[in-house]
């Protein structure tokens, strides 16, 4: 079973790192009504110690146009003074549907083939009948939807076991779509560690792909799917639903849990592929979820890759942040339009959610048949109009 068509699309606005940040202190510090001086000095000296900095994040992209001004009562969302929280989740869900109706609108409006089933990811987001649901019944298709919802940021994973068991049953394409708006889901009135680290980090993406049997053009195999939920780790990652938005936490000891875990897990995924351990650590990219840059690097560290098997996850999370479900995906297509990564080569990506759940797949980069033009070795993706 194969990837391939993969398709990101980049949200309508696009802000960089140290004008967010900013951006957020100033939304803590009028959310925290009559906030004094320490309070402001205290959190902006918090807030640049725990956030990811701008040589690790350049750019985030986000539906909305709140991130782009500081007019607080024109904001979509984040009205802070009459709202500390933001509006509530009636509202950010408003804008859920409106962006993701327009980036299934956006990936199918030539699309001249319907796919046998449709998966729609994401965990930012819900409504019923979905994108996927409403874009089916305007095409009149016959195409079967799917839903792989709240998950968090190892969706794509789930969503590849999904999809492999309705080829098993003798459909021949599915594709899986990822709309992930994190902005939507920001609480300035929440001033905790956990809570600046999240919102220094997350942001919106989108990706639309393909799981069929064969391919005459350029394509990841799929040789091993693997989960695993690391024991007493229920505590350390959170993703729950509030008035307000949705809410995650994350444990200062998640790195660490991971770190002590992978290697086992690895073990185990390799063998599923029917892969040395040794060849897949040795020669293998990798694709790891970008959580954070502590995760990436002490993956890396425990592992003893070079940069150049790590490079494209790092690459991912400065050009976008980390876009829940979407990010793994993005990482796939980079390597998959790299020249430079040959034919043959394994590609071993991870991702991590609350669990604490490891999931993960092996895949071979499988090149160009003969006859058929390579393709463009990078993809920033295509603005939503």
């Known amino acids: ?38 309070f402001k000095t205290a959190l902006k000296e918090k807030f640049w110690h725990v956030g990811c900095k701008p040589d690790r994040i350049a750019k985030r992209g986000h539906v909305l146009a709140d991130y782009l001004h500081r007019d607080w009562n024109q904001m979509e969302i984040y009205r802070v003074e009459d709202a500390p929280t933001g509006l509530d989740l009636t509202a950010r869900m408003e804008h859920y549907q409106k962006h993701a109706d327009q980036a299934f609108e956006t990936y199918y409006q030539d699309e001249k083939t319907e796919p046998d089933d449709l998966i729609h990811v994401s965990c930012t987001g819900y409504a019923s009948p979905s994108a996927a649901q409403k874009l089916v019944s305007l095409k009149q298709w016959g195409t079967t939807v799917t839903h792989a919802y709240h998950m968090g940021c190892y969706a794509a994973f789930p969503g590849l076991r999904i999809a492999q068991g309705f080829l098993a049953a003798g459909k021949n394409r599915v594709d ?171 590609l071993v990506s991870m991702a991590f ?10 895949m071979e980069k499988i090149d160009v048949a003969d006859g058929h033009p390579p393709l463009p070795s990078t993809s920033s993706g295509d603005p939503i109009r």
């Open 176 to 346: 899986l779509v990822h709309t992930e708006l994190c902005s939507l889901h920001s609480n300035p009135a929440i001033h905790r560690t956990d809570q600046l680290v999240s919102q220094s980090l997350f942001a919106d993406g989108y990706m639309k792909y393909s799981l069929k049997k064969a391919s005459d053009g350029p394509h990841l195999k799929l040789l091993a799917l693997h989960e695993e939920v690391i024991p007493e780790s229920r505590k350390s990652m959170t993703w729950n639903v509030h008035s307000w938005g949705f809410e995650m936490t994350l444990g200062k000891e998640i790195p660490v849990l991971i770190a002590r875990s992978i290697q086992g897990y690895l073990e185990r995924l390799a063998k599923k592929g029917k892969k040395d351990f040794n060849e897949a650590v040795g020669r293998g990219f990798f694709a790891i979820h970008p959580g954070g840059p502590k995760i990436l690097t002490h993956i890396q560290n425990v592992l003893g890759l070079s940069d150049r098997q790590m490079g494209y996850s790092f690459e991912v999370l400065r050009q976008f942040g980390n876009m829940s479900s979407a990010t793994v995906p993005h990482i796939w297509e980079k390597i998959l339009k790299d020249p430079e990564v040959k034919g043959g080569s394994l």
């Open 353 to 362: 959610g609350p669990g604490l759940t490891v999931s993960g797949s092996l």
């Open 1 to 38: 079973m194969i990837l391939d068509n993969f398709h990101s699309l980049r949200p309508p606005h696009e802000t960089n790192q140290e004008e967010t940040l900013e951006w957020f202190i100033e939304a803590h510090c009028r959310a925290e009504k009559g906030a004094s001086d320490e």
